[in-house]
């Protein structure tokens, strides 16, 4: 990133997306979800210890856009948990490095959610970390702090727009609760 206009665009387009994407699921618009990503993606959740110790495996793995579809019609068609909502709380997230690349942006587009097409010349493959906090809010109305920790992304980011190559989600704590049933 050598230039204030490379650095403004990449920051803003990942901002956008990452807040398209955490109201995405706070407004419960799971079937929106896998829209934030490209096709051959990478979704993983995993604990800090686990990620620091190099373990590929998590608790939630999927490899593709098609098994994050899968994902959520499982949850509205066939999983039965209590029923509950997220609210996810950001900090700014700082850009590791972006390198030119021709990549496509090959994600369907999704009303809603920013659109995709062929990543024009000029698009950026970026490598961000950003920190969050989920609190969650069940049927009766508690609200618990759910998860904390933060977000390795790849970005293919084009034309002020971004889709997710890859998200890590490495929650701090080993400690997960069973009703990790919606995305984080």
Do not use: K
């Amino acid at each position: 990133m050598s230039s204030p206009a490379l650095t403004f665009r990449v920051h803003g387009a990942i901002l956008e997306a990452q807040g398209h994407y955490v109201r995405c699921i706070d407004d419960d618009r799971l079937e929106d979800w896998p829209g934030f990503f490209v096709d051959e993606c990478h979704y993983r959740i995993t604990t800090a210890d686990n990620h620091r110790r190099g373990l590929p495996a998590g608790i939630v793995w999927a490899d593709s856009r098609g098994m994050l579809v899968d994902r959520v019609s499982a949850l509205r068609e066939a999983n039965i948990y209590e029923r509950h909502s997220y609210r996810h709380l950001l900090g700014a997230p700082a850009v590791l490095s972006a390198e030119p690349t021709p990549g496509v942006l090959s994600a369907e587009p999704t009303p809603g959610v920013l659109s995709a097409e062929p990543a024009p010349d000029g698009a950026v493959d970026v490598r961000s970390e950003t920190s969050f906090l989920v609190v969650r809010i069940t049927g009766d109305g508690p609200t618990d702090l759910f998860a904390s920790g933060r977000y390795i992304d790849r970005y293919l980011v084009g034309d002020d727009r971004a889709l997710l190559c890859e998200r890590v989600v490495v929650c701090d704590s080993s400690r997960i609760d069973t009703l990790l049933a919606v995305p984080l």
